[in-house]
C-alpha cells in the first residue's frame, strides 16, 4: 500500500500542475477577461484555482487511500506555546529570507522582474482579498497538498531524500525563479515545523504568519514607493523606469554582502534557537507520553503474560518506476521556466 501511495501522490502531482495550467485558460475564455487584468480578480482567481486543484486533490487522495481527511492531514490541535514560538520562527524565517533574496537580485538580476511583479499585483489588490488570498488560501491548501499528502504518501522512506523531494516539488510549483530560491528555504523550515509540533497545524500556522509578514511589509513598501518614486505618473508606478532603477545595481556588492550576513546570522540564529524549542517541547510531550503508554504496557504484559518489543520504523523501498510520474513533472517545470525565461 506503500508503494502505491507513492505512485498516487506523484501521479496527482501531474493532474495539480496540468489543472493549474488549464484552468486559467478556461476561466479567461468562460469569463471573457480581458488584459490587463485588475489585481483583486487575478488574486481571486489564483485563489480559487488553489481551493479547486489542491483541495480537490487532498479529498481524492482521502477518498482513493479509503482514509478519513484528518488522519490523512495529522490535524491535531497545539498547544498555546507551540503556536507562540512558531509565530517567533515566522520572524526568524523573514529575516533570514531577506538575506537570501537580496543575495539573489544581486547574483541574478533575472528575480528582479518576478518580484516586481508580485509586489506589483498585490499592491493592486485590496487588503481583505490580499489576507484572504494570499494569507488563508495558501496556508490551509498548499500545506494540506505538499506536507499533508506527500508527507504521508512518503512515509517511511529515507527522511533527508523525503524532505529533499517535498521541498523541491513546494519550491518548482511556484513557478518563477524569485520564488523557487526563497521557496527551497521556506518549504524546508515548514517540514521542520510540522515535524516539531506533529500536526499539519503548525505548518499552517507558520505559512500564514510568514505571508503575513510579506503581504503587508509589501503594500507598505510599495505604498511608500508611489510617494518618492521618480517613476510616478499620477500616483501609479512606471514598472519600466522601476525595474531600470533596480536592474541599475546601485548598490555596492560588499554593501549586498554585509545587509545579506546580517539578516542570515540574526534570523538564523531566531530560526535555530526556536526551532531548538519546539523541539524539546515535543520530545518532552513524547516523553511523557511514552512513560504512561510503557507503564501500560507493562501492565498489560504482566496480566496477559506475554513480551510486548519496540520496534523501529523500517525504512521501505519503493519500486523506481513509481517516480516516473515525478520525474516528467520536474523535466515539465524545467521546460516551462526556460520558455518563461
Do not use: W
Amino acid at each position: 500500500m506503500k508503494n502505491k501511495k507513492i505512485l498516487l501522490a506523484n501521479s496527482l502531482l501531474l493532474l495539480a500542475l496540468l489543472l493549474f495550467i488549464e484552468i486559467p485558460i478556461k476561466a479567461i475564455e468562460l469569463f471573457k477577461l480581458h488584459e490587463p487584468i485588475s489585481g483583486d480578480i487575478s488574486l481571486l482567481l489564483s485563489g480559487a484555482i488553489s481551493v479547486i486543484t489542491l483541495g480537490g486533490i487532498a479529498l481524492l487522495y482521502c477518498r482513493i487511500t479509503k482514509r478519513k481527511f484528518t488522519k490523512v492531514m495529522v490535524i491535531k490541535k497545539i498547544s498555546i506555546k507551540q503556536v507562540m514560538l512558531t509565530m517567533v520562527v515566522s520572524i526568524g524565517t523573514y529575516i533570514f529570507a531577506g538575506g537570501i533574496n537580496s543575495l539573489s537580485i544581486k547574483l541574478f538580476p533575472v528575480v528582479i522582474k518576478d518580484g516586481m511583479a508580485i509586489s506589483s499585483l498585490l499592491n493592486s489588490s485590496s487588503l481583505l482579498v490580499g489576507l484572504f488570498v494570499v494569507v488563508l488560501v495558501p496556508a490551509f491548501f498548499e500545506e494540506v497538498f505538499f506536507r499533508g499528502i506527500f508527507l504521508d504518501a512518503y512515509e517511511g522512506i529515507n527522511k533527508k531524500m523525503k524532505y529533499f523531494i517535498i521541498t523541491a516539488i513546494f519550491a518548482t510549483f511556484h513557478g518563477n525563479v524569485m520564488q523557487i530560491i526563497y521557496v527551497l528555504f521556506l518549504g524546508f523550515i515548514l517540514l521542520k515545523v510540522r515535524e516539531y509540533t506533529g500536526s499539519l497545524l503548525g505548518s499552517m500556522t507558520l505559512h500564514a504568519a510568514n505571508n503575513a509578514i510579506s503581504f503587508i511589509i509589501s503594500k507598505v513598501a510599495m505604498s511608500y514607493m508611489k510617494l518618492v518614486n521618480t517613476g510616478m505618473k499620477n500616483g501609479v508606478i512606471d514598472p519600466v523606469k522601476v525595474t531600470t532603477a533596480a536592474n541599475s545595481n546601485t548598490v555596492s556588492l560588499s554593501a549586498t554582502l554585509f545587509g545579506a550576513s546580517a539578516c542570515l546570522l540574526i534570523g538564523g540564529a531566531i530560526l535555530f534557537i526556536n526551532l531548538r524549542k519546539l523541539k524539546e517541547y515535543k520530545e518532552e510531550k513524547e516523553g511523557l507520553e511514552y512513560s504512561q503508554e510503557e507503564e501500560y504496557s507493562q501492565n498489560l504484559e504482566y496480566n496477559e503474560g506475554e513480551k510486548y518489543m519496540l520496534r523501529e520504523e523500517k525504512t521501505i523501498t519503493t519500486d523506481k518506476k513509481h517516480y516516473i510520474p515525478l520525474a516528467i513533472y520536474f523535466v515539465c517545470m524545467i521546460i516551462l521556466l526556460v520558455r518563461k525565461y
